[in-house]
C-alpha cells in the first residue's frame, strides 16, 4: 500500500477511534467556566433579560421620508447642475 493511502487509511481510524471513545473530555471553555461557576456559581437570570435602556427607534415613515427627502435632494441638484452647465 502507498505511503499516502496509508496515512489516510490511519487517520480514518484515528477519527473513528476517537469518535467512539467512551469518555469525551470538556472543551477547555467548558472547564474554565466549570472552574468559575465552582468558586462564584452565576446569579439566575429570566428568560431574555431586560437589557437596560434602550434607545426609542425612529418610525419607519421616518426613515422613508428621510431617504425620500435625500434622493430627492440628489435628483434637483443634478439638474440644477445640468441646467447651469455651458453647452
Do not use: C
Not at 10 to 38: G, I
Not at 53 to 73: C, E, K, Q
Amino acid at each position: 500500500m502507498p505511503e499516502h493511502e496509508r496515512d489516510n487509511h490511519e487517520r480514518e481510524f484515528d477519527l473513528r477511534w476517537a469518535d467512539d471513545a467512551q469518555h469525551k473530555e470538556p472543551s477547555a471553555r467548558a472547564r474554565m467556566l466549570a472552574a468559575r461557576w465552582r468558586e462564584n456559581p452565576p446569579q439566575p437570570q429570566p428568560f431574555r433579560a431586560d437589557p437596560g435602556r434602550v434607545a426609542p427607534r425612529r418610525s419607519s415613515w421616518m426613515s422613508t421620508v428621510i431617504v425620500l427627502g435625500g434622493i430627492a435632494a440628489i435628483i434637483l441638484l443634478l439638474g440644477y447642475t445640468r441646467f447651469r452647465a455651458p453647452y
